[in-house]
């Protein structure tokens, strides 16, 4: 996962990413994102999970939810563990650039995280939290909003609960 | 006197492939272990898996080795062969020639491998072979194009002049594939450590969305239409997330497709065009083709188009446009070079901005330039829809 040159260019300007790129936190206490249990968000069922590499430097913990209200509502959570803040807000930028359609919307500051964009009625919620960045999205045809859920997991990470 | 088969191994050479099977493993976790075929091991085909590169393969005769042991009696050695059971035709189709109906009842068409051909195995003071070199004289691999077929042998011994005894059966699971596959596939290392040889699992797909193709392009394109028609059932395009990868996002997570594709929750529903081109290339590369995912853009308007899983002709979730797109591209991924593009269908008539729409999925379409009519123009009809081929690669597999 490494954008083209060309299209992070347009993507930092698209997103004012100078506005948002130099994060705190991370260099000298980092977050480390641990494999996912399967009880961090209530409501839902851990249907599989991963981890993985995906380019030196960052680790991705990825699962797949099933809603226990039988619903048939599957979510995907992406948390990806970075070298530093910065390097987070850089992953951000670049999952950003991952969407074929129009610009997501910039959350306000204190919304979620250190900086959270969305995508629709929060059906995609993508925020940073210190060296983690962090993606939710409906992975089933039967949609809904993530707001709940996108709080749960940065309650985690600022707990320390779902990163250590 | 009695002699029992002990095992089959098909891939019996790691650094070739004009002789015998390409090396494989099952998915991401499981190696394929020569002998491929075992003793007590091996029950249903997909137990025995086997690949084959046609073009590799090509002039030359290919091998198995089959290991035997003497359980009985004092024969030092002894006559092999493998009857294919497919292959057979019996009494009961003597009878229907005889009446003039084989015109309408036709018997199966033999194994792609054919018969194992006769050969005399000689056991050592302990009653093993060892492994012993057999080939397969009536093989079909240069006829079968992309094929998947369930091998099964009928193997018999004899001593001397004696009749033929029966040493049990066995069956395979075999593909055929126009050759080599190319990357993100590999051939080497062939330890069980590398998970860029072809899988089975994929491989299984791969050669009934392409069976039947004779050359890389016509595997290419029917792999397209396969990916495509996922659509509806399995797959749709992500119009909820803004178009955003999920397969193929840095490598491509192929076990989670295939997961997708065998009812599993995979990584859900959605898909985007990086996706498609990924699905596209790797399952094509697998089975003879040689095409990359590459990128044009970066932000264009586009016609209207029926993407994957819609039956809505919109210009994507009605967006209008896209920031990029990303297809199966052959060569250099430039203007002249053609695509294959799984995850929408564009309109070729002479107003591809307006209705009625004539739809068509692009496969082995020339990008072109503006004016010239191919996909490009088909496409979109104003912004930056140029290639980027500093974009192109071939994701790994995991």
Known sequence: ?164 | MSVQLESIAFNHDSLGHASDALNIRRNEATAVTVPEWQRGVSVQPEDSPAAYAIAAVQGHTPTIKAAFRRTSGEARCVHVRALDVKGRRGCLYAIIEALGLDRWLRPPPASILGTVAKREVCFDVNGLSGPVSFELPHHRLASSGVARDEVMWQWQYRDGGGAWQQMGFTSHEIFAVLDVPTAPWQQQPSGSANVQLPWADALRHGCAWAAGSQSADAATGTVTEAVYALGGSLVEYDCPGGGSSHYSLGNFDLTAFLDRLSGGPGNGVYVNCSDCATFVSTFANLVGGDVWQSRMGWGFNLNPLLAIGSSVWQTACNWGGFSYHEVAWKGACTANEHVFDACLQVDIDAHPTVAPHTGELPRNMRFGNPGDGDYRDRLSPSGTCDPQPASRQRRAVT
């Open chain 1, 1 to 164: 996962m490494q954008s083209d040159p060309g299209l992070l260019a347009i993507l930092r300007e698209r997103y004012r990413f100078a506005e948002w790129s130099e994060g705190t936190g991370g260099a000298k206490d980092p977050l480390r994102v641990t494999p996912l249990r399967g009880t961090e968000l209530p409501g839902w069922r851990l249907e599989r999970g991963s981890t993985s590499t995906p380019r030196p430097g960052v680790s991705l913990v990825r699962g797949m939810w099933l809603s226990l209200a039988g619903n048939d509502r599957l979510m995907d959570l992406e948390l990806f563990e970075c070298d530093s803040a910065s390097a987070a807000r850089l992953l951000l930028l670049e999952l950003l650039g991952d969407m074929q359609g129009p610009p997501a919307n910039r959350l306000p500051p204190d919304a979620l995280g250190d900086v959270a964009f969305n995508v629709g009625a929060d059906l995609t919620i993508m925020f940073v939290r210190a060296n983690v960045a962090v993606r939710l999205r409906n992975a089933g045809r039967n949609t809904t909003g993530l707001t709940a859920e996108a709080g749960a997991i940065d309650a985690l990470l600022s707990a320390g609960d779902a990163a250590r």
